[in-house]
């Protein structure tokens, strides 16, 4: 710092005319970034050149102005050394360019016009920050040089001319050539050639690739499958790892057998093919009535009472019984509501399907019915396609009480017999017939006090009439089953064939495992005996007591 510039300012005379002021206040405008408040303080100063005035007009709050920026021009932060900002520039630029500069075979240099940085690298005493930054610096080889400002020029294009870039030179192997075959080397290499010393290769083989008699290929293909540095690749990888050093004229086939019997894969592979086995249609029913579905409508709120509706579903007319229940009800509870609701009109059925829901899994669910002669059936676990005529029926009754009740939700009971009433007078696509023509032989009217309705046939007539109806309807149901059926076997494929006694692995896909991940948790598990085929496509599996 010069104390005579300082001693200069101090001794400023005071501004008389228009261009003294405008002198002092370019002075001051060069400072004005490190003045707090710089523009309230010149203020006063700055209106008195307002309008472009012909003389200068000086009064008490100039003269306050003008000792105040005096005062600024000689405390810090303008007297601060201002070397520190010189050395981030040096870092920023260091770190913009790193890619460049970092480990060059020439040394650079850096310009500047602040010469106590040509000291950097022979600094004694550094606070915390120049220390971080002199250690970054420690990764660059460059020199500062001095240049004053008025030779500081802009850069042209001569100094950016650079070297041309070496050719680059080809780094020495650490292993000699003869040991690299691939990125991994095996010690089964040594005991191959031995056997190929004593019992010459067959003729015919490529050139280059070492013949691996048949004791060794169970223990290469392990090696080339199954070791960290392969990671269990497919059949084309396996075999082109295999193909880089060695050969055997059934390598394609062994390949292949050995990879379909790989338990690591069978585990963690994630399958690419469709699904195996063909859909499996339920048995027709030959008349209303004898097979139902059941299912209850949840989470619905409060209504006179009610919370929750058991939905059946006759199988062949698809007629469906919406019983209100004021909640989820026990297996007993259930049992007695079919009773009085639906046995009591249309007989007792043959057969009820539903899912695996606590209230059909119980042992008072499964004895009620077998007293009553009627079989059970349990749709497969993750598999609501086996009751998806009441699922769908569900989602249409969902339907019908959102169009008609969603301002009042609580209302929903008044209008769950419309509903029924509504889904039985639809016509169905599987039969052709809406459900109230297949149960009753007519189809009553939609409004009752629109028309007068239509006469009662005789009891022959209707028994005839209801015959003729439910014969249309199995037709029907055949054609729909059949036309379902093809459409999901165009994406299955054709049902395997097991025998009991065998070994299969069974997906995890619908199995909560105790593990923390389930991206990292195997694909499938076992393998498990299959105990006994119970249909087409379902087999019980001998699974171990403990859960996985």
Not at 100 to 108: N, R, S
Request: charged share 20%; net charge positive.
């Amino acid at each position: 710092m010069d104390q005579g510039k300082v001693e200069a300012i101090t001794h400023w005379p005071q501004p008389g005319s228009i261009k003294e002021l405008q002198r002092f206040l370019g002075f001051a405008n060069f400072y004005r970034r490190f003045i707090k408040n710089y523009s309230l303080l010149s203020s006063p100063l700055t209106s008195l050149l307002r309008n472009r005035p012909k003389s200068l007009s000086w009064n008490p709050m100039a003269t306050e102005a003008f000792h105040q920026l005096k005062q600024a021009f000689k405390t810090a932060p303008i007297l601060a050394h201002p070397g520190n900002r010189e050395l981030l520039a040096i870092k920023l630029a260091l770190e913009e360019w790193r890619h460049w500069l970092e480990g060059a075979k020439v040394p650079f240099e850096v310009i500047t016009d602040h010469r106590n940085l040509e000291y950097l690298r022979e600094a004694k005493r550094l606070n915390h920050r120049q220390a971080r930054w002199a250690l970054f610096f420690t990764r660059f080889d460059f020199k500062v040089t001095y240049r004053p400002g008025s030779q500081n020029n802009r850069a042209d294009a001569l100094s950016r001319l650079h070297q041309a870039d070496p050719e680059p030179e080809s780094p020495e192997p650490i292993l000699p050539p003869a040991m690299i075959v691939s990125p991994i080397q095996w010690d089964i290499n040594r005991l191959i050639e031995q056997e190929n010393l004593q019992h010459p290769a067959p003729p015919g083989g490529p050139e280059g690739k070492l013949f691996v008699p048949p004791q060794h290929w169970i223990t290469l293909l392990d090696l080339a499958h199954t070791s960290p540095g392969s990671g269990n690749p497919g059949r084309r990888r396996t075999l082109s790892l295999l193909q880089q050093r060695y050969w055997w004229p059934s390598m394609n086939q062994d390949t292949s057998r050995y990879l379909k019997g790989c338990s690591v894969c069978a585990i963690a592979n994630t399958p690419r093919r469709l699904p195996e086995g063909k859909l499996v249609p339920l048995p027709i029913p030959e008349r209303p009535w004898t097979h139902i579905g059941v299912d209850f409508m949840t989470d619905l709120p409060l209504s006179q009472g009610n919370t929750c509706v058991l939905v059946v579903v006759d199988r062949f007319s698809k007629s469906c019984k919406l019983i209100p229940l004021k909640g989820l009800p026990t297996a007993f509870e259930a049992a007695e509501a079919l009773f009085h609701n639906v046995f009591r009109h249309f007989s007792i059925p043959e057969d009820i399907i539903s899912d695996r829901g606590p209230q059909f899994i119980s042992r008072v669910w499964s004895a009620f019915f077998r007293l009553l002669g009627v079989s059970v059936s349990l749709s497969s676990g993750y598999h609501p396609q086996t009751n998806g005529q009441t699922e769908r029926k569900i989602q249409e009754i969902g339907r019908f009480l959102r169009v008609y009740c969603h301002r009042n939700q609580d209302s929903w009971s008044q209008y769950l017999p419309w509903a029924e009433y509504a889904q039985n007078s639809l016509q169905q696509s599987t039969t052709g017939l809406t459900p109230f023509q297949c149960v009753l032989g007519y189809q009553p009217p939609l409004f009752p006090w629109s028309g007068e309705p239509s006469e009662v046939p005789a009891v022959d007539h209707w028994f005839r009439q209801s015959e003729r109806v439910w014969d249309s309807a199995h037709v029907h149901l055949q054609r729909a089953v059949r036309r379902h059926k093809e459409q999901a076997d165009a994406r299955r494929r054709p049902t395997p064939q097991y025998q009991p006694g065998q070994l299969v692995w069974l997906s995890t896909r619908d199995i909560r495992l105790r593990l923390p991940c389930r991206k990292l948790s195997p694909r499938y598990i076992g393998p498990f005996t299959i105990e006994r085929q119970l249909n087409e496509v379902t087999y019980r599996l001998q699974l171990p007591a403990q859960a996985w």
